[in-house]
């Protein structure tokens, strides 16, 4: 299976997490106001961390896939909102997974805002870039959670396991 079909499938599992926690944070006490909080003041805050980890999607689809999708401008300002725009990047995955994406030695070339800029194959690109880039945002996004207070933990992340489950836990 070529690397970026592989991507896809984990993107798809893990932002479905995300919208799992981000459910649990709209239920929760401190509701919205848990879209403004951040690790550290340097750091940006939790509906910049969703937008950034729905980006390296678009951004996979866009030079894995030869696509042309746009989330800059996703509407995160409440947890609806976000989880609205989780399901239409989650769309965007089903009907890309239904077409080829480049070749896995096509070249790719992106810029950074400080003016660095990358040529790399798509499959470095996947592995290298989309995919490490993609799970920062969203451990920091669990781990924005999870110090708020939010009583989420490891079953909450790897939700997705469950479809593999053999027997529930004995007690």
């Not at 984990?10 to 879209?35: P, V, Y």
């Not at 077409?99 to 810029?111: G, K, N, S, Y």
């Amino acid at each position: 299976m070529h690397l970026a079909e592989t991507a896809l499938i984990t993107f798809d599992q893990l932002l479905g997490t995300l919208d799992h926690l981000l459910g649990k944070a709209a239920a929760s006490e401190q509701g919205e106001a848990l879209l403004q909080a951040r690790l550290a003041p340097d750091m940006l805050p939790l509906a910049t961390q969703v937008r950034f980890t729905t980006q390296q999607v678009y951004n996979t689809l866009n030079r894995a896939y030869g696509a042309s999708h746009s989330g800059a401008d996703a509407d995160h300002g409440s947890i609806a909102a976000a989880r609205a725009h989780l399901a239409e990047v989650r769309a965007l995955i089903a009907a890309a997974r239904k077409t080829a994406p480049l070749a896995e030695d096509a070249m790719v070339e992106f810029d950074l805002p400080n003016g660095m800029t990358f040529a790399l194959t798509v499959s470095d690109y996947v592995r290298d870039w989309a995919t490490p880039q993609f799970h920062f945002h969203l451990m920091t996004a669990y781990a924005i959670l999870r110090h708020a207070g939010l009583p989420i933990g490891k079953t909450d992340y790897m939700g997705y396991m469950m479809q593999h489950l053999k027997a529930p836990p004995q007690g």
